[in-house]
């Protein structure tokens, strides 16, 4: 399995995940989550995997920029660990949403940017 990173264009912390990878020379796919979209099975191994506090992004513009009832409902799903469709719907609308660039290999995912965790993964 080639690692796949999941970013999002615009993204800085992408693009510096991008950069690293190709500097040190891994063989890695680049799916854009914005304009390649994402599936809800993916979405929902994410959240199985690392939790919704690891890939919810609540500091993003995105997220500030939410109905009210719709942070409550994400709120309520997470704490009650009741069933992730909310999640997953909110995440499918709003790929901004994700905590990004996500690197996905055959060893598991990271969330973010950080040289050593590559590493670790790769």
């Not at 680049?30 to 994410?46: A, C, F, K, V």
């Not at 920029?65 to 009741?82: F, G, W």
């Not at 909310?86 to 990004?100: C, D, G, H, M």
Request: net charge neutral; charged share 25%; glycine share 6%.
């Amino acid at each position: 399995m080639v690692p796949t990173l999941f970013v999002i264009a615009s993204c800085d912390r992408c693009r510096a995940a991008i950069r690293w990878m190709r500097d040190q020379g891994h063989p890695f796919l680049i799916h854009d989550m914005r304009q390649d979209g994402l599936d809800s099975e993916r979405l929902h191994t994410w959240l199985q995997y690392a939790g919704p506090d690891k890939i919810l992004n609540r500091s993003s513009t995105t997220w500030r920029n939410l109905d009210p009832t719709q942070k409550a409902s994400i709120d309520q799903s997470i704490d009650q660990s009741i069933d992730q469709g909310a999640i997953i719907s909110l995440l499918l609308q709003y790929p901004t949403l994700i905590k990004r660039p996500i690197l996905e290999t055959h060893r598991g995912l990271t969330q973010g940017f950080d040289p050593i965790d590559y590493g670790r993964i790769l």
